[in-house]
């Protein structure tokens, strides 16, 4: 069984694997940013925890960032690339595909 030191991590990116989000792609999406994040050689840094449903299944595949509070939708295997370059790498929002952030007023802020 893997040690991870939490003393390196930055972020958590809990990756919905929920039947509905399975349905629109969820484990080809997760394997894709797992992939990436490896790639980036970022492994130590973020922690990535699959998770059951989290209420938001037409807006699937969910990833939810901690401790930034944001959720993203719609993470399809074909962004999970991007996406990490972007919010991981470069540390910029990927508006686009924001759903909702915590303390919003709205859903879909992106
Ligand atoms: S299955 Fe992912 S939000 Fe419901």
């Not at 993203?72 to 540390?91: I, S, T, Y």
Request: aromatic letters at 8%; glycine letters at 10%.
């Amino acid at each position: 069984m893997a040690i991870k030191d939490l003393t390196l991590v930055k972020k958590h990116l809990f990756l919905c694997n929920g039947g509905s989000c399975k349905m629109l792609g969820a484990e080809e999406s997760t394997a894709a940013i797992r992939f990436a994040i490896a790639e980036y050689g970022l492994s130590d840094e973020i922690h990535t925890t699959k998770t059951l449903c989290n209420g938001r299944c037409k807006d699937g595949p969910i990833v939810i960032a901690q401790p930034d509070g944001i959720w993203f939708k719609m993470m399809g295997k074909e962004k999970a690339d991007a996406f990490v370059k972007e919010f991981l790498v470069d540390e910029q929002l990927p508006k686009d595909i924001v759903l909702y952030k915590y303390g919003a007023d709205s859903i879909h802020i992106g």
